[in-house]
C-alpha cells in the first residue's frame, strides 16, 4: 500500500519561506564592534531575493558553487539561503586553513563565485589568483580595500553595490531533495582535506532534530548566538534551525573575543549560544574581571568540538547560573549526532556522568561499536572499538574521492 500523503520535498527553499512568510517580524542582530545593526526574516529574506538575481545575471546557474569567505553575519546568513534556494550550491571556505589548503579546496570543488568579507579582503587575496575556476567576487562592507584584489583576472563587484541593483522577487522553486544544497571540507582526514555534500533534505531534517526537545530545543522564543564559524559544519545547523523555527539571530561577526561576547550576552540577551570549550573558559576568565556581567538570559550553553571538562560546567552553573550541554559530532553528520542530555530517569550522580559523555544519538541517528572484525559490541558502556553511524544526515562517502 502506498500512503497518500504529498510528496512536498524538503529543501532549504522552504525553510527560507517558511522563515520570511511566517516569522517576518524575527530578528537578525549584527555586532558592528560599536554597536549592532538589525534586519528582520522579511528584510533579509527581499535582500536574499537580489541575491539570487544578482548571482543569475553574474552567471551562476545550475549547481554552481558559490563559496563564501566570511565571518558570522548577515550576509553570511543571506548566503546560507539564497544560494541553495536557488539551486546553486553554497561551499564555506574556512578562514583559518592555510593558503594552500584554500587554493586547493576551492580548485577541488570548483567554485564559480566567492562572497568575501571586507576585512578578509587580504587573506583571499593571496589564493585568488590561484582559484582558476573562481570567475567572480562580491565584497561586503564598506570599510575594505579592493586594491589588492586587483590584477586576479576576476571580476571582483562590492556586494551592496550588485545586489542595489536586482529586484527582490526571486521564484523560488524546490530542487530535488537529494541535490546538493551545501558543502564542507574536513582536514580531519589523511592526506587533503575532503568534501561532504549536504543535501537539502539533509540540511532540513538535521534543522528540524535541532529543534526537537531531545535536541537542541529550538524555539520561536529563542534568540541564538552561533560563536561557532558558520564555515564550520554548517554553525552546528544553528542558522537553518533558527530560520525554521522563528527564532533571532545575534551574529558576532569578527567580534569573538572573550570580552564583546561576554557584553554582547549582557546587553542582547541570547537564550541559547554554541561555542568550544576555549571559548566558553574564556568568556568564564573575562567574567572575574567583570563581575557586574549577566548571564541570566542564557537557558541553553551548547558546546562541542572537543571535550568538555566538568570543571567548566559547573564554574557556568555554579557561578553564572548558566547549564552547559555538550553534543558530538563532525562534518560528516551535518554535525549533530549525539546530545549528551541525562535520561528524566537519572539520578544527580549518574546525570553527571552522562553529562560528561559525548550523550546520546538524537532520533534519525544510529550508532554501534563494532569490533576488530566487524562483529557489534554489546551496549554495556565498556566496550571498545569502532564507532559507525547512520542517519538521513550522515554522509556516505566523501565528494570525488575514489577510496
Known amino acids: 500500500m502506498r500512503s497518500t500523503m504529498q510528496g512536498t520535498p524538503l529543501t532549504v527553499a522552504s525553510i527560507l519561506r517558511h522563515g520570511v512568510e511566517v516569522h517576518g517580524d524575527r530578528r537578525v542582530i549584527t555586532a558592528t564592534g560599536d554597536g549592532f545593526r538589525r534586519s528582520t526574516y522579511e528584510q533579509v529574506g527581499r535582500r536574499c531575493g537580489q541575491l539570487a538575481n544578482a548571482l543569475r545575471r553574474l552567471g551562476i546557474a545550475g549547481d554552481d558553487r558559490v563559496a563564501t569567505f566570511q565571518w558570522n553575519n548577515q550576509e553570511h546568513l543571506e548566503a546560507y539561503a539564497a544560494v541553495p534556494a536557488m539551486g546553486a550550491v553554497l561551499h564555506t571556505l574556512n578562514i583559518r586553513l592555510s593558503a594552500e589548503q584554500i587554493r586547493f579546496i576551492a580548485g577541488h570543488a570548483e567554485d564559480k563565485a566567492v562572497i568575501v568579507d571586507s576585512s578578509l579582503v587580504p587573506l583571499l587575496a593571496r589564493v585568488l589568483p590561484g582559484l582558476d575556476t573562481v570567475k567572480v567576487v562580491l565584497v561586503t562592507g564598506d570599510d575594505g580595500d579592493l586594491a589588492p584584489l586587483e590584477g586576479s583576472g576576476k571580476a571582483v563587484l562590492r556586494y551592496e553595490d550588485v545586489l542595489g541593483a536586482e529586484s527582490p522577487e526571486f521564484a ?127 537557558r541553553l550553553v551548547v558546546c562541542g568540538g572537543s571535550a568538555v571538562p566538568r570543571s567548566l560546567m559547573e564554574a557556568f552553573e555554579n557561578r553564572l547560573g548558566v547549564t552547559i550541554l555538550q553534543a558530538w559530532g563532525m562534518t560528516e553528520t551535518s554535525p549533530m549526532a549525539s546530545v549528551a542530555r541525562p535520561a528524566v530517569t537519572a539520578g544527580p550522580a549518574d546525570a553527571w556522568r552522562m553529562r560528561a559523555t559525548q550523550g546520546r544519538p538524537v532520533c534519525g541517528v544510529e550508532m554501534r561499536i563494532v569490533g576488530d572484525d566487524g562483529t557489534p559490541q554489546p551496549r554495556d558502556g565498556q566496550a571498545v572499538g569502532e564507532l559507525e553511524v547512520r542517519g538521513p544526515w550522515v554522509t556516505g562517502s566523501y565528494y570525488q574521492v575514489d577510496d
Open 172 to 298: 523560488w522553486t524546490d530542487a530535488d531533495e537529494d541535490a546538493g544544497a551545501a558543502m564542507c571540507y574536513t582536514s580531519g582526514t589523511t592526506g587533503d582535506p575532503k568534501g561532504v555534500v549536504y543535501s537539502h533534505r539533509s540540511l532540513y531534517l538535521h534543522s528540524m532534530a535541532a529543534c526537537t526537545g531531545n535536541g537542541l530545543g529550538i524555539a520561536e522564543q529563542d534568540r541564538i548566538l552561533p560563536i561557532v564559524p558558520m564555515f564550520h559544519a554548517n554553525a552546528w545547523g544553528l542558522p537553518y534551525a533558527a530560520l525554521m523555527a522563528g527564532a533571532e539571530l545575534l551574529m558576532p561577526d569578527r567580534f569573538m573575543q572573550a570580552a564583546p561576547l561576554a557584553r554582547m550576552v549582557h546587553t542582547e540577551r541570547p537564550t541559547v549560544a554554541g561555542a568550544v570549550p576555549t571559548i566558553w573558559n574564556d568568556v568564564l576568565l573575562h567574567t572575574d574581571k567583570d563581575s557586574g556581567l549577566d548571564f541570566s538570559s542564557l
